[in-house]
Structure formats: structure tokens, C-alpha cells
């Protein structure tokens, strides 16, 4: 039963709902339970990329203009904002993605690190929409706002991304009503939340998918983080130690700590 659960394989069928269903009532009830332990989950990801959509949120677009104002960039993000042609990244390899209890990291050149807690789209290798899952966009605020030309640095590094708990399988759009929640916990105690809905998501998720298609092959499918609309204040750094949680409706909590 190994190989019939390898993600690579999963992603490429049409009848993937249906197939895990059935497969799953095959199983022992001592392995059903199993399936539910968050100890036991991983990433769920096999060979697929990780890319990234920005200045989705009208909260993101602020903070990013806030942060490289100095450099000159903040109009590159308001354009962005309203322009027809999203602004699409890539985020991450398999390797650089933990699961659910793994530690992301924060680089060790940036002083100004925050997570961005966002919905992630599973997309089939034909472009369509086959499930969604809670992920964690780690940025470097300050290497991002000294210069938009350093993106890459400020997003792709080891550890940078987190998948997980699971994957809601589902072609159709999830109401604009969910809502999305980040607590950041210190020493046991809060030292940030926020919230949004996806009602104040301003690409349609199915849009930025046509994009990031466009003239690209994704043999495995991947998974697409569609931006964030909770940013923490200027003045909240992450440190090590740092407990975040991410929770989005109807998929459940994805929990790193900074490490």
C-alpha cells in the first residue's frame, strides 16, 4: 500500500477523492486512528514545488510599501496591487518544507523575520484546483524592504516553509466567509494574533493558477500560497523559540516553532 500513498502518484489522478476514500475504509481501524495522530503527520508533499502569490491582501500591500519605502520600492507594490498580472514567486523545494511540529527557521542574516500564515492551493498537473491546505510563507522583512530585488533571499532558504496538517480535498472555492488565524506564542504566552476571511482576498484563487501555468509545466501538480492578510507590527520580530499557529477553517492548525 506504500506506493499507492507516494504524493507523486496522488497528484496525478483524476479520481483522487474517491481513491483515498476507498482506500481508506480498507484500512485497519488500529490504522484509521493512526492517520488522525498529529505526531504522525508529515509534509504533504512529494516532488512538487512550492510558489508563492504576493500583494494579494490590502493589508499585505500596505506593510510592503511601509517597509521598502526607504529604497524607493513602495509603488512596485500599490502597482502590483491593482495590476491585472499577479505577482508570482517561487517559494520552495521539497526539502526546504517542514510539516506540522517541524521547526521552521528564520535566516541568520535578517534581523526582522516574520511567518505569513496562508491558504495553499494542491494543483493537479492540468492546472485545476484539487485541494487546500494551511501554509507558512517565513519572510524576511528586512532584506525584502532594503531592496524588492533581493525577494528571493528575503523567501527561499532551508526550513523557510510549512505545509500541513492535511490536505481538504475539493475542486470547488471555499466560501469567502473562512477565515484565517495566526497566534504567535512566546514562553507560553501570546505575543501576537490576527485574522482575516478570505473575503479580503482580492485575486480569485483559480486566476492566479491560470498565471502561474502559463508557459510552465508542473509534472507532479504543486501547491500555490496565495498571500497573506495578517501581517504582526512593525515592531514584532520572531525569535527562536517562537510557537506559531496557523489555523484556517474546515483544514485545521498547522504548529512550528522557530528553530
Not at 491585472?84 to 506540522?100: D, I, M, Q, S
Not at 519572510?139 to 533581493?150: C, F, K, M, V
Amino acid at each position: 500500500m506504500a506506493k499507492d500513498f507516494s504524493c507523486d502518484e496522488l497528484m496525478v489522478r483524476e479520481d483522487l477523492e474517491s481513491f483515498l476514500k476507498a482506500s481508506i475504509a480498507k484500512l485497519p481501524t488500529i490504522d484509521r486512528v493512526a492517520l488522525e495522530l498529529e505526531e504522525n503527520l508529515i509534509a504533504p508533499i512529494g516532488s512538487q514545488e512550492v510558489w508563492a502569490a504576493g500583494v494579494t491582501y490590502h493589508r499585505s500591500r500596505d506593510a510592503r510599501m511601509e517597509e521598502s519605502e526607504s529604497a524607493g520600492g513602495g509603488d512596485f507594490y500599490d502597482r502590483v496591487y491593482h495590476a491585472e498580472r499577479p505577482e508570482l514567486f517561487f517559494k520552495a523545494t521539497p526539502h526546504r518544507v517542514v510539516g506540522p511540529g517541524g521547526k521552521v527557521a528564520i535566516r541568520s542574516d535578517a534581523k526582522w523575520s516574520v511567518p505569513e500564515p496562508e491558504l495553499a492551493l494542491l494543483i493537479s498537473p492540468r492546472g485545476k484546483i484539487i485541494g487546500y491546505t494551511v501554509g507558512n510563507d517565513m519572510s524576511s522583512r528586512d532584506i525584502e524592504g532594503e531592496n524588492p530585488l533581493y525577494l528571493p533571499q528575503a523567501k527561499v532558504y532551508d526550513r523557510s516553509c510549512a505545509l500541513g496538517p492535511c490536505v481538504l480535498l475539493g475542486t470547488g472555492p471555499l466560501p469567502r466567509s473562512t477565515e484565517i488565524r495566526l497566534e504567535i506564542l512566546r514562553g507560553g504566552k501570546s505575543a501576537f494574533s490576527g485574522r482575516t476571511t478570505l473575503n479580503e482576498l482580492r485575486r480569485d484563487p483559480q486566476m492566479l493558477v491560470d498565471y502561474l501555468y502559463r508557459d510552465n509545466s508542473f509534472p507532479h501538480g504543486c501547491f500555490l500560497l496565495t498571500g497573506t492578510g495578517i501581517v504582526p507590527p512593525d515592531t514584532f520580530m520572531l525569535a527562536h523559540g517562537d510557537e506559531i499557529r496557523i489555523t484556517i477553517d474546515s483544514i485545521g492548525t498547522l504548529t512550528n516553532v522557530v528553530g
